[in-house]
């Protein structure tokens, strides 16, 4: 029985870090972004740009592309919650949607992301020789494609927070804040400012809630 206890201590506390630890990275990688307070659509050549050199940028992605599994343990909590109101297809369909485009943005990040980190060991002649295959890989040409699937992500997330709120699973501030946080957290690249509001509103909503999962685990 102890052990049974134990188990389940740390699985709540694994839980509960999951909640506190992704929205704080997603608040780090885009406070790193240059130009945050410019914010205007950048293209694909000017994302290069921005990211060439740029290793603190490319350690938020990092980060955030290691930030997916802890998006798939929320995704699953919530389901969980809502696994025995009128709503449970809401959280099932929610969860699948947004383990596919969490999945998709560890793609992304790998893709798009620490694919610069390699091209930043080149010499600058040599970049500039490639421009045109980087472009390739930042105008998502090909199966490169499938990265839209990303925008799955805050829509599961979305549907979840939907359910959340109309059952009264999860507290109406939180889950409202939570909501807006998922719709703006894909604005488009250049607008770093706004994904960066989202993630604080997402830390504001989940922070305490994980905090909560711990101490009830204790």
């Known amino acids: 029985m102890n ?10 506390i694994g839980v509960g870090l ?8 997603f608040v780090f990688a885009f406070a790193v972004h240059r130009g945050l307070l410019s914010p205007h659509l950048l293209s ?11 290793g603190l940028l490319q350690f938020g992605h990092v980060l955030v592309m290691l930030s997916t599994g802890l998006l798939i343990v929320v995704a699953l909590h919530f389901m969980k919650l809502l696994d025995r109101s009128p709503l449970a297809w809401a959280g099932l369909v929610g ?7 969490a999945i998709i943005l560890a793609a992304d ?21 490639i421009m045109p295959g980087v472009m390739a890989i930042f105008t998502k040409r090909g199966w490169l494609a ?14 979840q927070a939907i359910a959340l709120l109309t059952t009264n699973t999860f507290p109406g501030w939180q889950s409202i804040l939570f909501l807006i ?38």
């Open 3 to 12: 052990e049974n206890i134990l188990l389940y201590q740390i699985e709540q």
């Open 18 to 25: 999951a909640f506190i630890i992704f929205p704080i990275l």
């Open 44 to 54: 694909p050549k000017e994302l290069i740009l921005r990211a060439h050199y740029d």
């Open 95 to 101: 969860a699948v949607l947004a383990i596919l485009g």
């Open 109 to 129: 990040k790998g893709a798009l992301c620490l694919t610069m980190s390699a091209f930043d060991t080149l010499p600058e002649k040599e970049f500039t020789q």
């Open 146 to 159: 499938l990265l839209w699937g990303i925008l799955l992500l805050p829509i599961g997330f979305a549907i």
């Open 181 to 218: 946080g998922v719709l703006l957290v894909s604005t488009p690249d250049g607008l770093e400012i706004i994904n960066l509001t989202a993630s604080i509103l997402m830390a504001i909503a989940l922070v305490p809630y994980g905090i909560q999962i711990i101490i009830g685990a204790l």
